[in-house]
């Protein structure tokens, strides 16, 4: 089955620094979504993005789907940023199976 | 409209014991799957409803099986529960293939 893997699994920040957080994927995708997860388990809609870029404020995302990677990028971060950052994705067009990776842990610090 | 919502928040069950689980979907969406977090991973694909049928099904046995009903909520029923099952269960529902939509998720502790 399709391989999901993100980069880099831990990342301690100061507050204010940017940030890019990597997905890579082992065959050819039909979505990507990325999410937060916060504090409680729920995880937050950041971007659906199969292909392109889009931008959400200090958040935006690009995925190269030819080259099967996935960029998140999180700039000026604050602490409300801190959390574990996944990135998942769909293979086939009649399915919603989502398939995560790993994560990415944020520590953003004061 | 309402998201998606999932109870309870918090369960305790003995080992041996039943569970279910509810899912209310997003208004509009035809499409609940389920997933199982284990600490320190990430949420494992449990299997997914599409108009009441099961339509995928992950890597879980048998004793886990679910519902969809004419309003698109879900039931995520576990049965002869292990110690292994605790975990946080998650919902999404979405139109089929398109952005999925999580609830807060149900944190099962088996004793």
């Known amino acids: 089955g399709i391989q999901v893997e993100q980069s880099p699994p831990d990342l301690i920040l100061q507050e204010g620094a940017n940030s890019t957080l990597r997905c890579n994927f082992s065959?050819?995708?039909?979505?990507l979504q990325w999410f937060h997860q916060n504090p409680w388990g729920q995880l937050i809609n950041l971007f659906y993005i199969p292909s392109g870029t889009k931008q959400n404020g200090r958040l935006s995302a690009t995925t190269v789907a030819t080259e099967r990677y996935s960029l998140l990028y999180i700039s000026s971060s604050q602490t409300t940023d801190s959390g574990v950052y996944f990135c998942?994705?769909?293979?086939?067009?009649?399915?919603?199976?989502?398939?995560f990776g790993q994560g990415t842990t944020l520590q953003v610090k004061p | 409209e309402t998201g998606v919502t999932q109870s309870p928040t918090h369960l305790i069950k003995t080992r041996g014991q039943q569970v279910t689980l509810r899912c209310s979907s997003q208004s509009g969406h035809n499409t609940v799957s389920w997933y199982q977090q284990a600490l320190g991973q990430g949420p494992q694909f449990i299997f997914q409803?599409?108009?009441?049928?099961?339509?995928g099904r992950g890597n879980f046995p048998p004793r886990f099986s679910g519902l969809q009903f004419p309003n698109y909520s879900s039931e995520l029923n576990v049965n002869a529960l292990e110690l292994d099952d605790s975990a946080l269960y998650l919902c999404?529902?979405?139109?089929?293939?398109?952005?999925?939509?999580f609830g807060q998720g149900t944190r099962l502790t088996v004793v």
């Open positions: 065959d050819s995708v039909n979505n």
């Open positions: 409803y599409y108009r009441e049928e099961e339509n």
């Open positions: 998942a994705v769909v293979r086939g067009s009649n399915t919603g199976k989502l398939i």
């Open positions: 999404a529902s979405s139109p089929l293939g398109r952005e999925a939509f």
